[in-house]
């Protein structure tokens, strides 16, 4: 386990107001990993704020200690290591939450301490370390917050039995949209806040002179090239087939007339093993006229530097996603000036207007998909008035906006915390 001391972060950092200056509680931002997806990127936005505001705030989350964080921050930080790889995915589930549960045991400060959990693993882990379980005595003023992205698919009994009671569990709920709201109420009966994603505009800069071409270049991108950029890997929820089915669809409607489409896959690492989905995906190629390395390219996990510089240097973004806990790669894409075509699922629909900031298809329909795709490929001035409706879609969600700020002391003093310890 490595413990790190903040990396210095931006000068003139606003201290805490009256408020936050009263206010005791001690605040663990859990994750039960450092891959750059969603749910960590998210994490990093919020635990960066709290330290602005001088909160005593700090990132747990398992990985690789040597490796550290995807990007730097200035947000106090533990890696704590990660169990070897298992056979099962249930093995690799509750490995995980012993190792997580392992690790808070040692770094949880004394006194009132929130523990938010951004997943089933690290809430199952903050509620053992909460009620005793095993490590250490119960802690009665430990409260655990969760944050629901998503629910996963699990099929086991006891994955299941672990998914319901890292929602049921935690002393108070959040969710990023209205349809996770709904749905944990409808099927597991609780009540959860809404607290929305937003984007930084600033996050990946601008890039430097010559730098579009350079990447266009390493994917064989030319003027006369559609250039389709998603985020996020092969797996099933991300609709993945249907994107690979899409681009087929496109090149068959252009057929030489037109831009050739290639289709850049950002992303890929994951806790879930999709393997299997993958190889299915990637075997399909030949018979929908697609090469991988010509058509498709897979990039896998990239640096922060570089993702900004794909989505500068693509022409669209495309997320046909069927699950989605709000899609936070589609306002970073919208936020970087990339016209966005996206599944019209209910997330999607209360951030996305279609024929303004987007253009929305159903999901699972490449035919439809495609035929939006050829639409921008075929229309600059299109991919012009979705740039300029996308960006003014991100800005409603810029961080610098302010956007929705829900009072967290307020809701946490409901769970019996009086509020925020302040870091000295």
Request: aromatic share 4%; with cysteine; glycine share 12%.
């Amino acid at each position: 386990m490595t413990e790190r001391r903040s990396n210095d972060g931006p000068e003139g950092s606003t201290s805490a107001g009256p408020e936050v200056a009263e206010v005791r509680a001690a605040v663990l931002l859990v994750c039960h990993s450092t891959r750059p997806r969603g749910g960590l990127v998210h994490t990093l936005s919020l635990g960066e704020a709290l330290v602005a505001q001088g909160v005593d705030a700090r990132l747990v989350a398992l990985g690789d200690p040597a490796a550290g964080l995807f990007r730097p921050t200035p947000l106090p930080h533990t890696i704590v290591a990660a169990p070897p790889p298992a056979d099962t995915l249930e093995e690799r589930v509750f490995g995980a939450v012993d190792a997580l549960e392992a690790g808070l045991a040692v770094l949880c400060p004394p006194g009132a301490t929130v523990l938010h959990a951004q997943d089933c693993i690290a809430a199952r882990a903050a509620c053992r370390i909460r009620d005793g379980h095993a490590l250490t005595g119960p802690r009665p003023g430990t409260v655990v917050v969760r944050t629901v992205h998503h629910v996963d698919d699990f099929t086991t009994p006891a994955l299941i039995e672990c998914q319901q009671r890292a929602i049921l569990d935690p002393d108070r709920l959040l969710v990023v949209s209205d349809h996770w709201r709904a749905l944990l109420a409808a099927d597991y009966g609780v009540e959860a806040t809404v607290v929305r994603n937003g984007v930084d505009p600033d996050r990946f800069g601008t890039g430097g002179l010559g730098e579009r071409e350079r990447f266009r270049a390493r994917a064989g991108a030319g003027p006369d090239t559609f250039l389709v950029l998603t985020v996020g890997g092969i797996e099933p929820r991300k609709g993945s087939v249907t994107l690979l089915e899409a681009m087929a669809d496109l090149a068959a409607r252009v057929n030489g007339s037109g831009p050739r489409p290639v289709l850049a896959v950002v992303g890929g690492h994951t806790f879930f093993d999709y393997r299997a989905y993958r190889d299915t995906a990637l075997t399909r190629l030949p018979e929908l006229g697609l090469v991988e390395g010509r058509d498709v390219l897979l990039l896998g996990t990239v640096s922060e530097a570089d993702l900004g510089a794909w989505y500068r240097a693509a022409d669209a973004f495309a997320f046909p996603s069927v699950k989605e806990g709000f899609g936070l790669v589609v306002l970073e894409a919208l936020a970087a000036g990339l016209p966005v075509v996206a599944s019209d699922i209910p997330v999607f629909a209360e951030y996305l207007e279609d024929g303004r900031s987007a253009l929305l298809v159903p999901p699972g329909d490449p035919a439809a998909l495609g035929g939006a795709l050829a639409r921008l490929a075929g229309d600059p001035a299109l991919r012009r008035r979705r740039r300029r409706g996308g960006r003014r879609a991100a800005a409603d969600r810029s961080l610098h906006m302010g956007g929705q700020r829900p009072d967290p002391s307020g809701d946490l003093r409901r769970t019996g915390v009086s509020g925020f310890r302040t870091r000295r």
